[in-house]
């Protein structure tokens, strides 16, 4: 089965653009979240998705959005781009019973590497 | 929200045991995981322990959870050079994500 994919690989964007980040989830998956990894401060959460619907968001600026599609791939986009959104950003996705409980393991994409010069 | 706290760096022996600890806050914690993170790339899954659950063993890698003091280990036998990379410890609560330790680099030496 193949796994959690992440386009682009790598993106060079300046400051005040904006960027859409995509992610597609292994097949029969149906949950899809996202992180931010900086070397300063490590892996942080954006957002979770199951069905078309968010159901928790990270502590981060509305500047970052994101959606879930009915085939559960997942955008994410963050708009007037700083400096500071330099980073790893990771796409994981989970089976997700539809059960109250989140409690599937997540797998993890390669990543996408965007730079903000 | 969940604080997961972790050493950042460990050096080992090649063929020596490493042994990765973590802490956590949250009681409620469901599962609890270990990535592996190599340079360039994403998270790759190593293991993962069910709170219910003390130890568990899977090859080269044992994971024991000692619920009570919220501290969550992870030794790999006989370490490799292929071993050397970013391990982090991964906590799921009930609210669809993971807090993550800051990660621990291990430094597999000849």
């Known amino acids: 089965k193949a796994g959690v994919t992440q386009t682009p690989r790598y993106l060079i964007k300046t400051r005040g653009q904006q960027v859409t980040l995509s992610c597609s989830p292994i097949?029969?998956?149906?949950?899809v979240s996202w992180y931010q990894q900086t070397p300063g401060q490590g892996l942080q959460f954006l957002f979770e998705?199951?069905?078309?619907?968010?159901?928790n968001k990270g502590n981060f600026p509305g500047r970052f959005s994101g959606r879930q599609f009915s085939n559960s791939r997942s955008e994410m986009n963050v708009s007037t781009l700083e400096l500071g959104d330099s980073a790893l950003y990771l796409c994981?996705?989970?089976?997700?019973?539809?059960?109250?409980?989140?409690?599937?393991?997540?797998?993890f994409g390669p990543g996408t590497r965007l730079l903000v010069l | 929200g969940e604080d997961v706290e972790q050493s950042l760096f460990l050096s080992v022996r090649e063929g020596d045991s490493s042994v990765i600890n973590c802490t956590y806050t949250?009681?409620?914690?469901?599962?609890l995981y270990w990535y592996k993170q190599e340079p360039g790339a994403g998270l790759q899954l190593l293991t993962y322990?069910?709170?219910?659950?003390d130890m568990k063993q899977d090859q080269r890698l044992t994971v024991l959870l000692n619920k009570k003091d919220k501290h969550l280990s992870l030794r790999i036998a006989d370490t490799q050079t292929g071993d050397s990379a970013i391990y982090f410890c991964?906590?799921?609560?009930?609210?669809?994500?993971?807090?993550f330790g800051a990660g621990t680099t291990v430094t597999v030496r000849a």
């Open positions: 994981a996705s989970s089976f997700t019973a539809g059960t109250s409980k989140w409690q599937e393991t997540q797998y």
């Open positions: 097949s029969g998956h149906r949950s």
């Open positions: 998705y199951f069905s078309e619907t968010q159901r």
């Open positions: 949250d009681s409620s914690s469901t599962y």
């Open positions: 322990i069910f709170s219910n659950m």
């Open positions: 991964a906590v799921a609560t009930n609210d669809y994500k993971l807090s």
